[in-house]
């Protein structure tokens, strides 16, 4: 066999990933592990997917996407998050991981430095160095409400960086950055002119006792330095549908093209179909997800209350990030597979989501609320 390339050998295998296979070998598991909703596809969207097939309407689209479902996400860029932009700045791509995949490459050469949350989606760390592009960390504090720090962002910054990556809802956090702290990053990225790779992919999960306004930093963006990542897997249970877009600053809709078609020439276009169905038909189950989200949150919280564990309390997205190092032994990633195998439940290692989340554990609360209770149930008390 020939040798494989460096940058392939150097991308980390993902932590969730180890979690979720060994979780499939097994019987009687609540998986807690992996980011998927729970709840049925609307069926208009479903229908408008099956119907493009039925149709024969199998071409490839532009690479772009379809015209309509450009326009269609450009209305809602304007009333939902707050800022105009032309169809032509949408582009299309296959989920929030290609979206996200897409910017990382327009904004990055060989060398270059990104700044990306730790704790953070570990995707944010793999992508750049599958580029030999290098993530640089920036460290997300308990004693700072898990928010970035000006100062810390400022210290890490060298002649090699080249973008910064916020991301709003965090996975694996739930906090949301207040409008303030969004701007004053648009302020810092403009001082070293890099780019801003902004990840919104939970932006419909918001929770209303939550207080903290969610903000697109694009709404800050006068200079054209951000780009917007969305996804509609999490909003509509589109998973595997892979149906994601990047909003881009204007004229650069040519480079998209090139570099989509140089990857996967276009979105499915079926999807694309289901798509506008879902984003511009009724929202009424987009509400029954918010609330069947909230009813889970409230559920397990008490919970992780009566054990007496800390966690972070998520205003947005589906996930609780809890403290396990009472029990961990200082390797969490060893600590979930053994918790895994002696009671069945599955979570995510903290360590998957970088250094930053030794002694945590990732625990979504997507699914079956009778099934989440029970798994965190299983949890060792810190106050036993």
């Known amino acids: 066999m020939p040798k494989l390339s460096q940058r392939a050998a150097n991308v980390p295998d993902s932590g969730i990933r180890a979690v979720f296979e060994l979780a499939a ?12 909703p729970s709840l049925p596809v609307s069926e208009h969207v479903k229908k408008a997917g099956a119907d493009a097939w039925l149709r024969d309407d199998l071409s490839y689209t532009a690479n772009q996407g379809i015209d309509e479902l450009r326009e269609t996400l450009a209305q809602k860029l304007r009333t939902y998050n707050g800022y105009t932009v032309d169809p032509d ?5 296959a989920g929030g991981s290609q979206a996200l995949n897409v910017a990382m490459s327009m904004a990055l050469d060989p060398g270059d430095e990104i700044l990306v949350p730790d704790p953070g989606y570990a ?4 992508t750049p160095m599958l580029m030999s592009a290098t993530p640089v960390a920036y460290h997300l504090n308990p004693e700072d409400g898990f928010l970035p720090r000006l100062d810390v962002l400022e210290g890490l910054v060298t002649e090699k960086t080249k973008a910064i990556l916020i991301n709003s809802p965090s996975n694996p956090l739930g906090t949301v950055i207040p ?12 001082r070293h002119d890099l780019w801003v790779i902004s990840d919104e992919v939970y932006e419909h999960i918001l929770f209303e006792d939550a207080q903290v306004p969610f903000t697109s930093p694009a709404v800050f963006d006068t200079d054209g ?9 999490k909003s509509y249970a589109l998973t595997g549908a892979r ?6 600053p204007k004229g650069l809709d040519v480079r998209f093209a090139a570099v989509q078609e140089a990857n996967a020439s276009c979105v499915n276009t079926p999807s694309q179909y289901a798509a506008i169905a879902a984003v511009a038909g009724p929202q009424d189950d987009l509400e029954a997800a918010r609330d069947h989200y909230t009813e889970n949150r ?4 008490e919970v992780l209350d009566e054990l007496g564990l800390e966690y972070v309390n998520p205003a947005g997205g589906f996930y609780l990030f809890v403290n396990v190092s009472h029990d961990s032994a200082g390797d969490v990633g060893a600590w979930a597979q053994n918790f895994l195998r002696e009671h069945r439940v599955a979570v995510a290692p903290g360590t998957a989501f970088g250094s930053f989340g030794e002694g945590w554990v990732r625990v979504c ?18 106050n036993a």
Do not use: C, H, W
């Open 25 to 36: 070998k097994m019987d009687n598991v609540i998986d807690l592990s992996v980011g998927e």
């Open 89 to 93: 700045q949408i582009n299309v791509a």
């Open 123 to 126: 995707t944010f760390f793999m």
């Open 179 to 190: 409008p303030a702290l969004i701007e004053q990053i648009m302020d810092f990225a403009k």
């Open 225 to 233: 330095r951000v780009m917007s990542v969305y996804s509609l897997s």
């Open 243 to 248: 149906l994601g877009y990047l909003v881009l």
């Open 298 to 301: 409230r559920a397990a919280l």
């Open 365 to 382: 609360f997507a699914g079956d609320r009778d099934a989440l209770v029970e798994g965190l149930r299983r949890f060792p008390a810190k």
